[in-house]
């Protein structure tokens, strides 16, 4: 505290030589100007911290790949800020400021630079839920939001199970809407490491979607109904340990529902780090596989879980395996396009992002390896290279 006060005693030594009726108009100035420069609604915004961010000279700028793909100020994290400054303060309301709300690939990139620890995606999310709570919702993503809710899952006509019947195991693992409905060969490739490795396995009988599109389009109250469905279930398994191929669901789980007042009970592992367990203990061996692979870290994984050496210790412990690394590589990756649900408010400037890191990629190796089926996807779509997940490589070189 005397420290605090001892940081701003120069304030009062400058002021302490005005003239009393200058004093005054200070002091006045100072105790109302926060207020006049904060919205005064209690908005789910945190409107403070949006502020800051508006009048940062966007020292993160050179590090957003949205702002490269766009070249438009507007499109600058800190420009973003400022219109949702103005969208907190009603100042506007148009359909281009709505929109500008949702472009942004969630890839947290912006944080590693920023004096004050923010994500861009974070400070947008708040913005989202007060656009819910005020009707001005972009249609496209109610419809998207009511499609969820409908049908438990993102993609239409979508299964929500692997098919499989549930057993008692020592493993749940959970598939995602992804991999269930676009990357099924992923969740095949990961069952049968497991197999393989002497763990028994359980899926649950019908799977709900994480929630995260619901939590990153600002629908709190739909999540919030999603994620205490999901820890009853998951709980129901009976397992104390499960794994997801999708670095977005481990997050969502792990720590987005323990924020939301729905922790889970069981220990959420992606798969990579729970291959390397494997590995480690001998559960896992390989024989030779003579193969040339570049890694790309997914920004969820590598930015929001921290999970960068896993992986790579995985694949370096097939012998013949040799990984490439791309310039922007482990916590400084470059998004895929595919973040933030980008391919669905902006597919324009999705594709832009994809091509330029693909272009990155495909220079190092012909095949891209990933732990993330959105990011499988999206480098599937350009065909320059082969994309493969991790888990199937590790089948590939197991004995
Ligand atoms: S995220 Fe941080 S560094 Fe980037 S513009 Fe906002 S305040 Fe500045
Ligand atoms: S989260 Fe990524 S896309 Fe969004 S503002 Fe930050 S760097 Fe840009």
Redesign the pocket.
């Known amino acids: 505290m005397l420290e605090e006060f001892k940081k701003y005693l120069w304030v009062a030594k400058a002021i302490s030589r005005l003239t009393l009726s200058t004093q005054k108009e200070v002091v006045i100035r100072f105790l109302t100007a926060k207020k006049k420069y904060l919205p005064e609604d209690n908005p789910k915004a945190q409107v403070e911290d949006i502020l800051k961010c508006a009048l940062c000279p966007n020292m993160?700028r050179f590090?957003?790949?949205?702002?490269q793909a766009a070249k438009s100020e507007t499109?600058?994290?800190a420009g973003?800020a400022r219109i949702a400054y103005l969208l907190e303060m009603g100042r506007v309301s148009s359909h281009d400021a709505v929109e500008l709300m949702y472009?942004?690939?969630?890839?947290?990139?912006?944080?590693q630079w920023c004096p004050f620890d923010f994500?861009?995606?974070?400070l947008?999310m708040g913005v989202r839920r007060d656009l819910v709570d005020r009707n001005l919702v972009p249609e496209t993503l109610m419809d998207i939001k009511d499609q969820i809710v409908r049908t438990r899952t993102i993609y239409q006509n979508s299964r929500t199970s692997l098919g499989l019947e549930p057993r008692k195991a020592d493993i749940l693992y959970v598939a995602g809407c992804t991999v269930l409905n676009k990357e099924r060969i992923i969740a095949q490739t990961a069952m049968k490491i497991l197999e393989k490795a002497g763990i028994t396995v359980t899926t649950l009988p019908e799977e709900w979607c994480c929630g995260a599109p619901l939590n990153l389009l600002g629908f709190e109250d739909d999540f919030k109904k999603f994620a205490a469905h999901n820890a009853d279930s998951i709980k129901k398994s009976g397992c104390k340990k499960m794994i997801c191929s999708c670095p977005e669901c481990v997050y969502t789980f792990k720590e987005v529902y323990a924020k939301e007042g729905h922790p889970l009970q069981v220990e959420v592992m992606h798969t990579s780090e729970y291959f390397l367990e494997l590995i480690e203990q001998g559960k896992i061996q390989f024989k030779e596989l003579q193969r040339d692979l570049v890694y790309h870290d997914p920004?969820v994984l590598a930015r929001k879980l921290h999970i960068t050496e896993q992986p790579r210790k995985v694949l370096e412990a097939i012998p013949g395996v040799s990984v490439k690394e791309p310039p922007l590589t482990k916590e400084h990756t470059r998004?895929c396009g595919i973040?933030?649900l980008?391919a669905i408010t902006n597919p324009e400037l999705s594709v832009t992002l994809l091509r330029a890191r693909d272009s990155e990629l495909c220079k190092l190796a012909d095949t891209v390896v990933t732990a993330c089926p959105a990011c499988k996807i999206a480098f599937k779509r350009t065909r320059n290279a082969e994309s493969r997940d991790l888990s199937e490589i590790v089948l590939e070189g197991m004995n």
């Open positions: 993160c590090d957003c790949p949205v702002l499109y600058s994290p973003r472009a942004c690939a969630a890839c947290s990139a912006c944080q994500s861009v995606d974070d947008l920004c998004c973040g933030g980008l």
